[in-house]
């Protein structure tokens, strides 16, 4: 069942940054100056954190995606789901354990000015 939950809030939350997403590259016809200043409010440490969050979603949602694909379509994926899932999680988390460390410095090199 929390795949499921999991895989259902995460593709909400992708679609809505892909909603904002399309409107703030919007504003660069309207306006030049109001889309360099929505850029400009992403680069602080918060929106690094969300970047964190946002890519922890992709990942899950795309790998377990795949999971259920191959549920669907591999006779004895019914059968193997919970494994299937476990698999999941164990990839998704070593995909996050590659990013997190190098979005921190991101991060930090924000806060710190660069230096």
């Known amino acids: 069942m929390w795949s499921w939950v999991l895989h259902r809030i995460t593709g909400v939350a992708i679609f809505f940054f892909l909603l904002v997403h399309i409107l703030d590259t919007a504003l660069i016809r309207v306006s030049p100056e109001a889309y360099n200043a929505v850029i400009g409010t992403y680069k602080n440490p ?18 377990n ?42 991060i930090m090199s924000e806060i710190t000015g660069g230096h």
């Open 65 to 106: 995606g795949l999971r259920i694909i191959v549920v669907d379509f591999w006779s004895k994926g019914a059968r193997y789901q919970r494994q299937l899932w476990w698999i999941v999680l164990g990839v998704w988390f070593v995909t996050m354990a590659a990013f997190v460390p190098r979005q921190f410095m991101v």
């Open 46 to 63: 918060i929106m690094g954190v969300g970047e964190i969050a946002l890519v922890g979603a992709i990942a899950y949602h795309a790998f």
